[in-house]
């Protein structure tokens, strides 16, 4: 059963924008926190920012001032604006909810979404 869908990725020019959307459950959306990792070739996965279901955020330090990660409680999903891209921002981008829900800690990711930057 699929629980998280993202899209939104593609090729872009460095200084350029994209944004991703992930696709949630509604269980899933309303009682886990969101975030989006990404995984550049070669290198391990790594957070790009996160949000609660009360709204707060959290950022990785390279994306800070040009990432805006962003929920809609109605629709159920979760975005990443992204801003002033650089090359180094290429990765295949994930959606992941985590949290721990009746005792029990689940999380979850989505199938993953290619953003590539050309310089």
Not at 106 to 111: C, R, V
Request: aromatic share 10%.
């Amino acid at each position: 059963q699929v629980q998280l869908v993202e899209s939104g990725g593609g090729l872009v020019q460095a200084g350029g924008s994209l944004r991703l959307s992930c696709a949630a459950s509604r269980s899933i959306f309303s009682n886990y926190a969101m975030g989006w990792y990404r995984q550049a070739p070669g290198k391990q996965r790594e957070l790009v920012a996160v949000i609660t279901t009360g709204g707060r955020t959290n950022y990785a330090d390279s994306v800070k001032g040009r990432f805006t990660i962003s929920r809609d409680n109605a629709e159920n999903t979760m975005y990443l604006q992204m801003n002033s891209l650089k090359p180094e921002d290429t990765a295949v981008y994930y959606c992941n909810a985590a949290g721990v829900l009746r005792g029990a800690f689940s999380e979850y990711w989505g199938q993953g979404t290619k953003v590539t930057v050309s310089s």
